[in-house]
Protein backbone atom coordinates (compact mmCIF):
# COMPACT_ATOMS: atom_id res chain seq x y z
CA UNK A 1 0.00 0.00 0.00
CA UNK A 2 2.15 2.84 -1.05
CA UNK A 3 1.59 6.09 1.25
CA UNK A 4 1.86 8.70 -1.62
CA UNK A 5 1.87 7.73 -5.38
CA UNK A 6 2.63 9.61 -8.54
CA UNK A 7 1.89 8.86 -11.83
CA UNK A 8 3.32 8.99 -14.63
CA UNK A 9 6.80 7.46 -12.79
CA UNK A 10 8.45 8.75 -16.52
CA UNK A 11 7.05 11.60 -18.65
CA UNK A 12 8.96 11.99 -21.89
CA UNK A 13 7.49 14.90 -24.46
CA UNK A 14 8.40 17.55 -27.03
CA UNK A 15 8.75 21.39 -26.22
CA UNK A 16 5.45 23.46 -26.21
CA UNK A 17 3.08 20.44 -25.19
CA UNK A 18 0.72 20.52 -22.50
CA UNK A 19 1.03 17.58 -19.17
CA UNK A 20 -0.43 16.59 -16.05
CA UNK A 21 1.18 14.67 -13.35
CA UNK A 22 -1.45 13.15 -11.03
CA UNK A 23 -0.77 12.66 -6.77
CA UNK A 24 -2.45 10.60 -4.21
CA UNK A 25 -1.83 10.21 -0.63
CA UNK A 26 -3.79 7.59 1.81
CA UNK A 27 -2.53 8.50 4.63
CA UNK A 28 -5.21 11.08 5.69
CA UNK A 29 -3.14 14.21 5.38
CA UNK A 30 -4.52 17.33 4.83
CA UNK A 31 -1.85 18.99 3.34
CA UNK A 32 -0.20 18.29 0.03
CA UNK A 33 3.01 19.89 -1.82
CA UNK A 34 4.61 19.72 -5.34
CA UNK A 35 8.40 19.97 -5.48
CA UNK A 36 10.85 20.66 -7.94
CA UNK A 37 14.61 18.68 -8.30
CA UNK A 38 16.46 19.83 -11.03
CA UNK A 39 19.50 18.10 -12.05
CA UNK A 40 22.37 19.29 -9.51
CA UNK A 41 19.63 17.49 -7.01
CA UNK A 42 18.39 20.89 -5.99
CA UNK A 43 15.07 20.39 -4.18
CA UNK A 44 12.26 23.32 -4.20
CA UNK A 45 8.82 23.92 -3.07
CA UNK A 46 6.82 24.88 -5.90
CA UNK A 47 3.21 24.57 -4.27
CA UNK A 48 1.43 23.66 -1.14
CA UNK A 49 -2.13 23.01 -0.41
CA UNK A 50 -4.15 22.63 2.63
CA UNK A 51 -7.81 21.25 2.85
CA UNK A 52 -8.08 21.83 -0.91
CA UNK A 53 -6.85 25.35 -0.56
CA UNK A 54 -3.72 26.77 -1.83
CA UNK A 55 -1.36 28.16 0.93
CA UNK A 56 2.21 28.21 -0.61
CA UNK A 57 2.95 29.23 -4.61
CA UNK A 58 6.80 30.31 -5.06
CA UNK A 59 7.93 32.09 -7.58
CA UNK A 60 6.78 29.57 -10.42
CA UNK A 61 5.82 30.34 -14.03
CA UNK A 62 2.13 30.62 -14.50
CA UNK A 63 2.27 27.76 -17.36
CA UNK A 64 2.59 25.14 -13.98
CA UNK A 65 -1.12 25.03 -12.41
CA UNK A 66 -1.88 22.72 -9.22
CA UNK A 67 -5.30 21.63 -9.13
CA UNK A 68 -6.48 19.67 -5.88
CA UNK A 69 -9.79 18.31 -6.15
CA UNK A 70 -9.98 16.75 -2.44
CA UNK A 71 -7.68 16.46 0.32
CA UNK A 72 -6.31 13.24 -0.65
CA UNK A 73 -5.20 14.36 -4.22
CA UNK A 74 -2.99 17.21 -5.92
CA UNK A 75 -2.23 17.58 -9.66
CA UNK A 76 0.27 19.31 -11.51
CA UNK A 77 -0.72 20.67 -14.73
CA UNK A 78 1.96 22.30 -17.06
CA UNK A 79 1.32 24.28 -20.21
CA UNK A 80 3.65 25.06 -22.82
CA UNK A 81 6.33 22.85 -22.10
CA UNK A 82 10.23 24.30 -22.00
CA UNK A 83 13.37 22.25 -22.36
CA UNK A 84 13.96 23.98 -18.71
CA UNK A 85 11.16 22.37 -17.30
CA UNK A 86 13.08 18.88 -17.29
CA UNK A 87 12.87 17.61 -13.67
CA UNK A 88 12.29 15.33 -11.28
CA UNK A 89 8.89 16.56 -9.54
CA UNK A 90 8.06 14.85 -6.39
CA UNK A 91 4.85 15.22 -4.46
CA UNK A 92 4.54 15.08 -0.39
CA UNK A 93 1.96 15.16 2.49
CA UNK A 94 1.78 16.15 5.47
CA UNK A 95 -0.77 16.77 8.72
CA UNK A 96 -0.60 20.69 9.25
CA UNK A 97 -3.49 21.86 11.06
CA UNK A 98 -1.11 24.93 12.14
CA UNK A 99 1.54 22.53 13.00
CA UNK A 100 4.69 23.08 10.78
CA UNK A 101 6.85 20.49 12.92
CA UNK A 102 5.31 17.82 11.19
CA UNK A 103 7.44 15.79 9.04
CA UNK A 104 6.84 15.30 5.29
CA UNK A 105 6.04 12.12 3.31
CA UNK A 106 7.45 11.91 -0.01
CA UNK A 107 6.18 9.98 -3.66
CA UNK A 108 8.72 8.18 -5.94
CA UNK A 109 8.81 11.29 -7.91
CA UNK A 110 8.06 11.94 -11.84
CA UNK A 111 10.90 12.11 -14.26
CA UNK A 112 9.80 14.87 -16.52
CA UNK A 113 11.58 15.23 -19.93
CA UNK A 114 11.08 17.93 -22.78
CA UNK A 115 13.03 16.89 -26.08
CA UNK B 1 14.83 34.69 5.15
CA UNK B 2 15.65 31.36 6.18
CA UNK B 3 18.31 29.16 4.65
CA UNK B 4 20.03 26.44 4.87
CA UNK B 5 23.92 25.52 4.25
CA UNK B 6 25.29 21.60 3.47
CA UNK B 7 29.12 22.82 2.89
CA UNK B 8 30.20 18.75 1.38
CA UNK B 9 28.95 17.59 -1.51
CA UNK B 10 30.69 14.49 -0.67
CA UNK B 11 31.49 12.26 2.28
CA UNK B 12 33.07 9.48 2.13
CA UNK B 13 33.72 7.26 4.67
CA UNK B 14 34.88 3.70 5.55
CA UNK B 15 32.11 0.56 6.36
CA UNK B 16 32.48 0.35 10.32
CA UNK B 17 33.73 4.04 10.69
CA UNK B 18 31.56 6.57 12.49
CA UNK B 19 29.71 8.96 10.00
CA UNK B 20 28.98 13.18 9.91
CA UNK B 21 27.16 15.12 7.50
CA UNK B 22 27.03 18.50 8.60
CA UNK B 23 24.51 20.81 7.92
CA UNK B 24 24.56 24.76 9.61
CA UNK B 25 21.22 27.27 9.06
CA UNK B 26 19.73 30.16 9.38
CA UNK B 27 16.77 31.71 10.49
CA UNK B 28 15.27 34.15 12.64
CA UNK B 29 13.48 32.67 15.06
CA UNK B 30 13.68 29.03 16.47
CA UNK B 31 13.83 26.54 13.77
CA UNK B 32 12.14 23.22 13.21
CA UNK B 33 14.89 20.90 11.50
CA UNK B 34 14.89 17.76 9.89
CA UNK B 35 16.81 15.35 7.48
CA UNK B 36 15.68 13.54 4.78
CA UNK B 37 17.70 10.74 3.23
CA UNK B 38 17.08 9.74 -0.88
CA UNK B 39 18.37 6.64 -2.60
CA UNK B 40 18.94 6.63 -6.28
CA UNK B 41 15.76 6.65 -7.90
CA UNK B 42 13.49 6.86 -5.14
CA UNK B 43 11.40 9.90 -2.96
CA UNK B 44 12.89 11.54 0.64
CA UNK B 45 12.53 9.62 3.24
CA UNK B 46 12.10 11.13 7.03
CA UNK B 47 15.08 10.42 9.36
CA UNK B 48 14.68 12.61 12.53
CA UNK B 49 13.67 16.16 13.54
CA UNK B 50 14.70 18.56 16.47
CA UNK B 51 10.97 20.38 17.66
CA UNK B 52 12.03 21.33 21.10
CA UNK B 53 14.16 19.91 24.03
CA UNK B 54 17.03 17.68 23.97
CA UNK B 55 19.46 18.81 21.78
CA UNK B 56 20.25 14.92 21.03
CA UNK B 57 17.35 13.33 18.40
CA UNK B 58 17.71 9.64 17.43
CA UNK B 59 16.11 8.71 14.31
CA UNK B 60 15.45 5.58 11.92
CA UNK B 61 18.36 3.23 10.55
CA UNK B 62 20.75 3.98 13.68
CA UNK B 63 20.94 7.83 12.96
CA UNK B 64 21.08 10.76 15.13
CA UNK B 65 22.04 14.38 15.10
CA UNK B 66 22.65 16.99 17.39
CA UNK B 67 21.02 20.24 17.58
CA UNK B 68 23.80 22.90 18.71
CA UNK B 69 22.20 26.47 18.93
CA UNK B 70 25.47 28.53 19.68
CA UNK B 71 26.86 26.89 16.22
CA UNK B 72 23.24 26.91 15.05
CA UNK B 73 24.48 23.94 13.40
CA UNK B 74 22.42 20.58 13.16
CA UNK B 75 24.79 17.48 12.20
CA UNK B 76 23.74 14.32 10.95
CA UNK B 77 25.67 11.27 12.51
CA UNK B 78 26.04 7.82 12.72
CA UNK B 79 28.37 5.61 15.26
CA UNK B 80 29.30 3.06 12.69
CA UNK B 81 28.24 3.47 8.56
CA UNK B 82 27.28 0.87 6.73
CA UNK B 83 27.20 0.43 2.70
CA UNK B 84 23.78 0.58 2.50
CA UNK B 85 23.94 4.34 4.43
CA UNK B 86 25.39 5.39 0.90
CA UNK B 87 22.85 7.65 -0.52
CA UNK B 88 21.86 11.69 -0.83
CA UNK B 89 21.46 13.22 2.30
CA UNK B 90 19.06 16.48 2.97
CA UNK B 91 19.13 18.63 5.50
CA UNK B 92 15.73 21.20 5.88
CA UNK B 93 14.38 23.47 8.17
CA UNK B 94 11.12 25.19 8.90
CA UNK B 95 10.34 28.24 10.51
CA UNK B 96 6.81 27.54 13.25
CA UNK B 97 5.94 31.17 12.66
CA UNK B 98 2.29 29.83 10.76
CA UNK B 99 1.58 26.60 9.22
CA UNK B 100 2.59 27.85 5.61
CA UNK B 101 5.87 28.73 5.77
CA UNK B 102 8.10 26.65 3.23
CA UNK B 103 9.97 23.59 4.03
CA UNK B 104 13.54 24.88 2.92
CA UNK B 105 15.89 22.24 1.79
CA UNK B 106 19.76 22.30 1.79
CA UNK B 107 21.27 21.21 -1.44
CA UNK B 108 22.24 17.90 -0.39
CA UNK B 109 25.55 15.60 0.89
CA UNK B 110 26.29 12.48 -0.89
CA UNK B 111 27.62 10.10 1.03
CA UNK B 112 29.36 7.14 0.21
CA UNK B 113 30.31 3.73 2.32
CA UNK B 114 33.03 2.22 1.21
CA UNK B 115 33.52 -1.67 1.84
Known amino acids: DTAVSQTPKYLVTQMGNDKSIKCEQN?????MYWYKQDSKKFLKIMFS???????INETVPNRFSPKSPDKAHLNLHINSLELGDSAVYFC??????????????FGPGTRLTVL | AQSVAQPEDQVNVAEGNPLTVKCTYS??????LFWYVQYPNRGLQFLLK??????LVKGSYGFEAEFNKSQTSFHLKKPSALVSDSALYFC?????????????FGKGTRLSVIA
Open chain 1, 92 to 105: ASSHLAGSSYNEQF
Open chain 1, 27 to 31: LGHDT
Open chain 1, 49 to 55: YNNKELI
Open chain 2, 27 to 32: VSGNPY
Open chain 2, 50 to 55: YITGDN
Open chain 2, 92 to 104: AVRVPISGNTPLV
